[in-house]
């Protein structure tokens, strides 16, 4: 009684230009990503692109192991306000 919860949907679009070699780990990296937005203090939205970014770093190689300089490359990408989506 007394709490009250808004829902709300987000988006956010899939990276451009990424190569998909294979799903596998797509969803967890996405999650992954955008639980790491949020704990560094960054707004839904900017999670998602966090997320989206680790997304398309899992797909673009085989396995469910994209590697540390994928994960590496989505960081430094948001790190410089680029982003992580290439238009």
Not at 21 to 34: C, E, I, L, M, N
Not at 35 to 51: H, K
């Amino acid at each position: 009684e007394g709490l009250s919860r808004t829902l709300c949907a987000h988006t956010a679009p899939a990276p451009a230009g990424v190569d998909v070699q294979d799903t596998v780990g797509a969803g967890d990296a996405f999650a992954a990503g955008v639980l790491a937005g949020l704990l560094s203090g960054r707004g839904m939205e900017a999670a998602l692109e966090v997320g989206c970014g680790a997304g398309g770093a899992a797909v673009a190689v085989a396995g469910a192991d994209p590697g540390a300089g994928a994960m590496r490359a989505v960081g430094e990408r948001l790190l410089c306000g680029q982003g992580v989506r290439s238009e």
